[in-house]
C-alpha cells in the first residue's frame, strides 16, 4: 500500500505525549515533515530528540494567540501545512452537577474552538494546492458515553457535527475531513482517569484497569501506537476516498454498529 507522505508537511498538536506523540511518530517513519506543538517546551524536546529534523513550537491551543503564533511558525518554516491532526488533552472528568460555566467555557475553548480556529488557519493553504487532511483525534464517548466525563461527552459531539459538515463543504477541493475516536489508550490521561476511580471506589488501580479491560472483547487496553497509527493512514493517499467519516479504534468496546 503506497502511503506518499514523503515530504509532507504534518501538524500535530499536542504531540508531544501519547497519542499525539504516537501520531507524529507515525508520520515522521514515513517520511513526511513533522512540526508538534505542546505547552511544555521540556516535553516537546524530549519528543523531537526522537525526530530529527522535527519543528517544536510551545503553544497553548485553547489560546487563540498561540494558535495564530503556532500556524504562522510552521508556515515560515517549513512552508504550509498539508496535514492537521488536531489533538489536545481531554477536558477534566466530573458530574454535571460538579461542572460550573467557568468548566463548560474552558472546555468549550480547549476541545471545540481549538479545532475551528486551526482549521480556519490551514484552509487556505489546503484549498489553494487542491489537496488537505484534517485529522481530529477525538474519544469513543461520541459513540457510547464514558461515565463521569461529562463535558467530553457533550462538546466532542459538537466537534463531530463541525467535522461531518466541513467534510462536505471541503471535499470539492480534495480536502478530506476525517475523526478517530479511540477507546481506552494507555496514555496519561487514562491513568488519571483510572486513578479517580480508583479513589472514588476504594478499589486498586490494577483492580479497575483489570476490569476495565475485561469489558474490551479483543480483552486488553490500547497502546497509543494503535490509535497513531489509523491516524496516518487517514492522512496519506491511500485514504483518498474517505471523508466526513468518525471511525471507532477501541477494541470491539464500544455496542454500536
Given amino acids: 500500500m503506497e502511503l506518499n507522505l514523503e515530504g509532507k508537511i504534518v501538524l500535530v498538536t499536542a504531540g508531544s505525549k501519547g497519542i499525539g506523540l504516537a501520531t507524529a511518530l507515525g508520520y515522521h517513519k514515513c517520511g513526511a515533515k513533522v512540526a508538534i506543538c505542546g505547552r511544555s517546551q521540556e516535553n516537546l524536546d524530549v519528543a523531537a530528540a526522537q525526530m530529527p529534523g522535527c519543528l517544536t513550537v510551545q503553544a497553548d491551543v485553547s489560546k487563540t494567540d498561540d494558535i495564530d503564533r503556532l500556524v504562522a511558525e510552521v508556515t515560515d518554516k517549513l512552508g504550509g501545512i498539508d496535514i492537521l491532526v488536531n489533538n489536545a488533552g481531554g477536558p477534566p472528568p466530573g458530574l454535571f452537577e460538579q461542572l460550573d460555566d467557568e468548566a463548560w467555557e474552558k472546555a468549550v475553548q480547549l476541545t471545540l474552538m481549538s479545532v475551528v480556529r486551526l482549521t ?138
Fill in 120 to 257: 480556519r488557519k490551514v484552509l487556505p493553504h489546503m484549498r489553494t494546492q487542491k489537496w488537505g487532511r484534517i485529522i481530529n483525534i477525538s474519544s469513543s464517548g461520541i459513540r457510547q458515553p464514558v461515565p463521569n466525563l461529562t463535558l467530553s461527552n457533550s462538546i466532542r459531539m459538537g466537534v463531530l457535527g463541525w467535522a461531518k459538515t466541513l467534510a462536505n463543504q471541503v471535499a470539492g477541493d480534495n480536502i478530506l475531513v476525517n475523526t478517530v475516536c479511540p477507546g481506552l489508550t494507555d496514555t496519561d490521561r487514562i491513568k488519571e482517569i483510572l486513578t479517580n476511580q480508583s479513589a472514588a471506589t476504594g478499589k486498586s488501580l490494577e483492580e479497575i484497569t483489570a476490569g476495565m479491560a475485561a469489558q474490551i472483547p479483543v480483552g486488553r487496553i490500547g497502546e497509543a501506537r494503535e490509535i497513531g497509527e489509523v491516524a496516518v493512514f487517514l492522512g496519506s493517499q491511500a485514504s483518498s476516498f474517505i471523508t466526513g467519516q468518525a471511525i471507532t479504534v477501541d477494541g470491539g468496546a464500544a455496542q454500536h454498529y
